[in-house]
């Protein structure tokens, strides 16, 4: 049966939050709008609808938030043309061993899709996935599993045949919620309540992923 790993993007394949925060730093200021690093980072990861409204506040029109969600990305894109972006540790390595394997990968982010595709561009990458899903193909935002299944749906596994590699919190309690098992990339020492939880992937032991799919098969028989 297909088994399959499911990417979040922004903090798990790629280190995208300095272009992210100063594309909204430079977006908001534009709006007459200073934002904090600590309020860049209490929202990083998320959908763009869902941070606007709390860097306006009562300013937080439909039309504003739509006018300031694509000049935010647009100018994240260019950043990531201009600067161009990297995969973190072991990012690289994992999804070439995991498509050796004939694993299943899709990408399952908040991000809008363009997004996506400049960074899977940049690293040379889209060959690796057999689907991605966006912003736009969910109407709702991490921890809803609503991406999860979507993703899994896409590639044409399960649930339980799945494994989320996630670096937030949110994210980790949405595949929680979807059923699957998950893999949390912890940067800065953050508490992730995933299934395994590592630094860093380049420190993840060779035979995690086939480990954590049979534990999970072992755990559903015995229930």
């Given at each position: 049966m297909a088994r399959a790993v499911l990417w979040d993007m922004d903090g798990t394949l790629v280190d995208s939050e300095e272009l992210h925060w100063i594309s909204w730093r430079e977006t908001m200021a534009k709006e007459g709008v200073a934002i904090t690093h600590d309020q860049f980072l209490a929202s990083f990861g998320q959908r763009?609808?869902?941070?606007?409204?709390?860097?306006?506040?009562?300013?937080?029109?439909?039309?504003?938030?739509?006018?300031?969600?694509?000049?935010?990305?647009a100018l994240y894109r260019n950043l990531v043309r201009e600067k161009g972006i990297s995969p973190l540790p072991g990012v690289a390595h994992w999804v070439r061993i995991l498509h050796e394997q004939g694993w299943l990968q899709a990408i399952a982010s908040s991000a809008p899709r363009a997004n996506v595709e400049v960074v899977l561009d940049a690293l040379a990458a889209t060959n690796r996935f057999q689907a991605v899903v966006s912003a736009e193909d969910v109407r709702r935002g991490k921890p809803d599993p609503e991406v999860y299944?979507?993703?899994?749906?896409?590639?044409?596994t399960s649930p339980e045949r799945s494994?989320?590699?996630?670096?937030?919190?949110?994210?980790?309690?949405?595949?929680?919620?979807?059923?699957?098992?998950?893999?949390?990339?912890?940067?800065?020492?953050?508490?992730?309540?995933?299934?395994?939880?590592?630094?860093?992937?380049?420190?993840?032991?060779?035979?995690?992923?086939?480990?954590?799919?049979?534990?999970?098969?072992?755990?559903r028989m015995n229930e």
């Open positions: 763009n609808d869902s941070t606007i409204p709390r860097y306006l506040g009562a300013g937080a029109t439909p039309e504003r938030i739509t006018k300031i969600s694509f000049n935010k990305d299944l979507t993703a899994a749906a896409r590639v044409g494994i989320v590699v996630e670096d937030a919190a949110a994210g980790v309690e949405g595949a929680r919620r979807a059923g699957m098992r998950s893999i949390g990339v912890s940067h800065h020492g953050k508490r992730l309540p995933a299934d395994i939880v590592v630094q860093s992937l380049d420190l993840l032991k060779a035979d995690a992923f086939n480990a954590l799919l049979e534990s999970d098969s072992f755990a």
